[in-house]
């Protein structure tokens, strides 16, 4: 009887683990392929942006030039939100939310919305560091899926962010900024009293409430990008708090 029982649960416990095996091998699978397509992407609007500038020799209308494929892709990383709820991926929830909201909110609500601020040159320059980001940042990901991860893909993904990611908080918050006399003017994305919802918003000073959380949100995910550094390339054991 009590043999019967023991193999009863064995049974059940390798089946458990098969369960699990299967799941994992679906998950990598599928983290494979998006990292893959992710990484292709970016490399478009890479040679997208390079080869405009070398035809154009101005960066006036090249947003409009990379804006479909930016916008899809951008957005796609929401997927990443989700990865990390569900748990395929082993990282905070809310800062990987963080960092994908803000890039979304700064291509549909600012770049894209305010045509007005498409030709500055802050465009160009967070545009150029997410570029060379997210294709070092996919590549690693693919790489290390594969087992294969060249040494300087790993390089690449944990000390340029060193520079750009000062240089995108840079472009980004100057991009914001060149917004606000049109947003002004123009009242967009604003809602005056008195109305039918007897609710008021104003979308510049929301713009601005947007460039002040830079102060105690960047700080944050710097270090906490130099705490991964410290701990892929010089093996240090990080202990982080619960979010």
Known sequence: MVSSEEDGGAAEEKETNNRR???????????????????????VLAITM???YLQKGTNRGLYRSIARTLKFFQTAALVEVGHCAIGIVRTSVIVTGVQVCSRIFMVWFVTNSIRQVQSEESVVL???????????????YTFN?????????????YNFFIILYPLGVVGELM????????VR????????LPNKYNVSFDYYYFLIIAMLSY????????????????????GEVIVEKDD
Do not use: C, D
């Open 21 to 43: 095996r299967n799941r994992g091998a679906v998950a990598t699978a599928w983290l494979t392929f998006y990292n893959i397509a992710m990484t292709a992407g970016w490399l």
């Open 50 to 52: 390079m080869r405009f």
């Open 126 to 140: 967070f545009l150029v560091v997410w570029t060379v980001t997210e294709i070092s940042r996919y590549s690693y």
């Open 145 to 157: 899926l594969l087992h294969h991860l060249p040494y300087f893909i790993k390089w690449a993904r």
């Open 175 to 182: 991009t914001i900024y060149a917004a606000l006399p049109v």
């Open 185 to 192: 003017r123009t009242a967009m994305y604003s809602l005056r």
């Open 215 to 234: 102060i105690p949100l960047f700080p944050q995910l710097y270090f906490h990008m130099l705490r991964q550094r410290r701990k892929v390339l010089h």
